[in-house]
C-alpha cells in the first residue's frame, strides 16, 4: 500500500457510502435502519484493517494465499489491460489454458492454473479497471460487495422474526472475526457474500416463492461462486438446505399427526438429494469427490500443521492417530465439531489474534449452554424439529464445523476457515432461544 492508496481509496470510500445512504431506505425499516451504516462500517474497517495485519504484523510477505500475492497476480492482468486490452480480457475469460494471445502474460501468474485462487485474482483484476489497481480502494469493494449478501440474507432472517432484529444484527453483522477475515481481498470475502445470497434465494424461492426467475438465477450465480473458490462449503451448504426445503414446504400440512408422520420421510428424501448433490458436485472436482474426501482431508491436515509449526502458529490435534479413514474421521466427528465452535481455549492462546479468538469461541460457547438451559434438554431435539429454518441453521453449521475441524489443524487457519458457520450457529441458537421463551413449538 501506498501513496496511490491515499488518492484513490478515499473517491471509492465516498462512492460507496453515496450508494449505501441512497439504497438504504429501500433496504430498511424503522428497525434495521440503525444497523445498515454500521454494518457496513465494520466491513470496510475490516477489509483495510487485513490490509494492515498483513503488512505490519505478517511483514507482507507471507506465502501461499495472502492478500498481496492475490492482488500482486492480479496487476498482470490489469498490466495485460493497459499494453494488450484484448489480452486483458482473455485472460478475464481464462480456465487454465495458454494461448498466444497471453503467452506475454499467464505464464507470469503463479495461480493460472489453479482455478479457485485465480477466480478471486479475476475479481480483483475486474475491480482494479476501476480503482487503477488499487489495493484499499480494491479491499472496499470486496468488502462491499459481501456486505450485500449478509445484508440480503439478514433481511430474510428478519422478514421471519422480525423481534430478533437485533439478535440477527448481532449474529450476521458484528461478530469481529467475520467482519474482520469476511473482508478483505480473501476467498472467504467472496464466498461469505456469495452464501448470504444463495441463503436469500433458497428463502424466496423455496420458502416466499417469489420473482421465482431472478432468484434462480441469483441462487445459481452464487452457488457457482461458492463452487469455483471453496467447493466444500457447497458441499455442506447443499444438504442442509434440502432438508430446509421439503421440511418447510411440509410444514403447510395443516393436519400436525400428518405433518410429524411426514417429516421423517422429508428428512430422508431431502438427505439422498443432498448425497447425490454432494456425488455430483464432487464428480466435477476429483480432490472433493466422497471416495476421496478422507484423503483430501488428511493432505490439507498435514500441510496446514507443517506450515503452522514453521510459522510458529498453533497448532493443535484430535489425538495422536491421524485416522483419516471414513470410520476414523466419524469417531472424530464430536472432538472437530467442538475445536470449530468452542476452541482456541483461553490457554491455548499464544499470541493476540488467538487470544481474541478464544474470546470468541468463550462467549459462543456460553451462549450455546444459556440456550440448551434455557430450551431444556429434555425439550431441545423438539424446539429444533419445530422451525425448520433451526434444522438447516444448526446443520449446515455442525457438518461445516465437522468439515473444518477435521483437516484444518491449525488454529491461525481455523479463525478464518468457520467464519461461514457462524452467522448461521447464532441465528439458530438465537431463533431456538426465543421459541423457548415463547412457549412456541
Given at each position: 500500500m501506498g501513496i496511490q492508496d491515499l488518492l484513490i481509496t478515499p473517491v471509492w470510500l465516498g462512492i460507496i457510502y453515496l450508494i449505501a445512504y441512497l439504497l438504504r431506505p429501500a433496504l430498511t425499516d424503522r428497525n434495521t435502519r440503525r444497523y445498515f451504516i454500521p454494518g457496513l462500517t465494520?466491513?470496510?474497517?475490516?477489509?483495510?484493517?487485513?490490509?494492515?495485519?498483513?503488512?505490519?504484523?505478517y511483514g507482507g510477505g507471507r506465502p501461499s494465499g495472502d492478500t498481496f500475492n492475490y492482488f500482486r497476480q492480479a496487476g498482470i492482468i490489469f498490466e495485460a489491460f493497459g499494453e494488450?486490452?484484448?489480452?486483458?480480457?482473455?485472460?478475464?475469460?481464462?480456465?487454465?489454458?495458454?494461448?498466444?494471445?497471453?503467452?506475454?502474460?499467464?505464464?507470469?501468474?503463479?495461480?493460472?492454473?489453479?482455478?479457485?485462487?485465480y477466480f478471486v485474482i479475476k475479481v480483483i483484476a475486474l475491480f482494479s479497471l476501476f480503482t487503477f489497481h488499487t489495493y484499499a480502494a480494491d479491499a472496499l469493494l470486496f468488502a462491499a460487495i459481501?456486505?450485500?449478501?449478509?445484508?440480503?440474507?439478514?433481511?430474510?432472517?428478519?422478514?421471519?422474526?422480525?423481534?430478533?432484529?437485533?439478535?440477527?444484527?448481532?449474529?450476521?453483522?458484528?461478530?469481529p472475526s467475520v467482519f474482520f477475515w469476511g473482508s478483505g481481498i480473501l476467498k472467504d470475502t467472496i464466498t461469505l457474500g456469495a452464501l448470504g445470497w444463495a441463503t436469500w434465494a433458497i428463502i424466496e424461492l423455496f420458502i416466499r416463492k417469489r420473482a421465482l426467475v431472478k432468484t434462480s438465477i441469483i441462487l445459481f450465480a452464487a452457488l457457482y461462486t461458492i463452487y469455483s473458490i471453496k467447493i466444500y462449503i457447497v458441499l455442506c451448504f447443499l444438504p442442509a438446505a434440502i432438508v430446509w426445503i421439503f421440511l418447510a414446504n411440509a410444514e403447510k400440512i395443516r393436519s400436525p399427526i400428518i405433518r410429524i408422520g411426514i417429516a421423517p420421510f422429508m428428512l430422508a428424501i431431502g438427505g439422498i438429494?443432498?448425497?447425490?448433490?454432494?456425488?455430483q458436485i464432487g464428480a466435477d472436482n476429483a480432490r472433493y469427490s466422497l471416495d476421496k474426501v478422507s484423503e483430501t482431508a488428511e493432505i490439507t491436515a498435514r500441510y496446514l500443521t507443517y506450515v503452522g509449526e514453521q510459522q510458529g502458529g498453533s497448532v493443535y490435534t484430535l489425538g495422536d492417530d491421524y485416522d483419516f479413514s471414513p470410520a476414523g474421521m466419524l469417531r472424530k466427528a464430536p472432538l472437530a465439531i467442538n475445536v470449530t465452535l468452542f476452541r482456541p481455549y483461553l490457554w491455548e492462546a499464544h499470541n493476540v489474534v488467538m487470544l481474541l479468538s478464544a474470546l470468541e469461541s468463550l462467549a459462543t460457547l456460553l451462549l450455546t449452554i444459556w440456550v440448551i438451559y434455557k430450551?431444556?434438554?429434555?425439550?431441545?431435539?423438539?424446539?429444533?424439529?419445530?422451525?425448520?429454518?433451526?434444522?438447516?441453521?444448526?446443520?449446515?453449521?455442525?457438518?461445516?464445523?465437522?468439515?473444518?475441524?477435521?483437516?484444518?489443524?491449525?488454529f491461525?487457519?481455523?479463525?478464518?476457515?468457520?467464519?461461514?458457520?457462524?452467522?448461521?450457529?447464532?441465528a439458530g441458537l438465537f431463533i431456538l432461544r426465543y421459541l423457548a421463551q415463547q412457549k412456541q413449538f
Open positions: 465494520v466491513k470496510l474497517v475490516g477489509a483495510l484493517a487485513v490490509g494492515f495485519i498483513y503488512q505490519f504484523y494488450k486490452p484484448l489480452a486483458g480480457v482473455q485472460l478475464l475469460l481464462a480456465n487454465g489454458e495458454v494461448t498466444p494471445a497471453i503467452f506475454d502474460y499467464a505464464p507470469r501468474i503463479y495461480w493460472f492454473d489453479s482455478s479457485t485462487e459481501s456486505f450485500s449478501g449478509i445484508w440480503a440474507m439478514y433481511r430474510s432472517f428478519y422478514r421471519l422474526f422480525p423481534r430478533l432484529h437485533r439478535e440477527f444484527a448481532i449474529a450476521m453483522l458484528f461478530i438429494l443432498g448425497y447425490y448433490a454432494m456425488l430450551a431444556g434438554i429434555s425439550n431441545l431435539l423438539k424446539y429444533v424439529l419445530a422451525r425448520p429454518i433451526i434444522t438447516f441453521c444448526l446443520t449446515f453449521a455442525l457438518i461445516f464445523s465437522f468439515a473444518v475441524g477435521i483437516s484444518t489443524y491449525n491461525g487457519s481455523l479463525v478464518r476457515y468457520k467464519i461461514p458457520m457462524f452467522p448461521f450457529y447464532l
